[in-house]
């Protein structure tokens, strides 16, 4: 899972709760994304940041918001507007998201349950 | 459309055996092509990708993976499977997201490797 660290491991909701993932990188990468994963789904992204101070909306980004205050931190928190919230979340960064091709790596994941 | 298709759900496979895992993709222009294994409720791991140049491209752990452009595929070998190669495997391919510059990575659905003893 290399330099990133995704917080909390397990974390349970109650219908109507906003809750935050916590996902930071020591990779010095420029580009963070968010992941969510879904049972025979894949990996559909949420929200992709290509730089400090900047992010973008994924396929899925409804319900969900995020922050890039700082280049190594990208918390995602999910709203009680996220009608089906439980899954498996993934942060992601790699070195730029130009055209460049480099591989995105992956933190352990967040196992979102609401309860 | 930009995607990619993992056929299978599933491969078994015995210890010793050669594996593969097929993945066939549509996306416009050169395809950027990536394999990621995943082990339960952990993140993903890269395992190798394509960009250009020769179509065996080589991994880690062993695996090796063969660009087809006239098939449009990306299968993910290994002569000798290991029963510590049991996961989940995901090919991915890099696709513009709608208008914005960006390149997304588009993933498939996964194939669920099972090495037997």
């Known amino acids: 899972d290399g330099g990133i660290t995704q917080s909390p491991k397990y974390l349970f909701r109650k219908e109507g709760q906003n809750v935050t993932l916590s996902c930071e990188q020591n990779l010095n990468h420029d580009a963070m994304y968010w992941y969510r994963q879904d049972p025979g789904q894949g990996l559909r992204l949420i929200y992709y940041s290509q730089i400090v101070n900047d992010f973008q909306k994924g396929d899925i980004a409804e319900g969900y918001s995020v922050s890039r205050e700082k280049k190594e931190s990208f918390p995602l928190t999910v709203t009680s507007a996220q009608k089906n919230p439980t899954a498996f979340y993934l942060c992601?960064?790699?070195?730029?998201?130009?055209?460049?091709?480099?591989?995105?790596?992956f933190g352990p994941g967040t196992r979102l349950t609401v309860l | 459309a930009q995607s990619v298709a993992q056929p299978e759900d599933q491969v078994n496979v015995a210890e010793g055996n050669p594996l593969t895992v097929k993945c066939t993709y549509s996306v416009s222009g050169n395809p950027y092509l990536f394999w990621y294994v995943q082990y339960p409720n952990r993140g993903l791991q890269f395992l190798l990708k394509y960009i250009t140049g020769d179509n065996l491209v080589k991994g880690s752990y062993g695996f090796e993976a063969e660009f087809n452009k006239s098939q449009t595929s990306f299968h993910l070998k290994k002569p000798s499977a290991l029963v510590s190669d049991s996961a989940l495997y995901f090919c991915a391919v890099r696709a513009n997201f709608m208008n914005t510059g960006f390149q997304k990575l588009v993933f498939g659905t996964g194939t669920r490797l099972l090495v037997s003893p």
């Open positions: 992601a960064s790699s070195i730029d998201s130009g055209p460049s091709y480099n591989e995105q790596f």
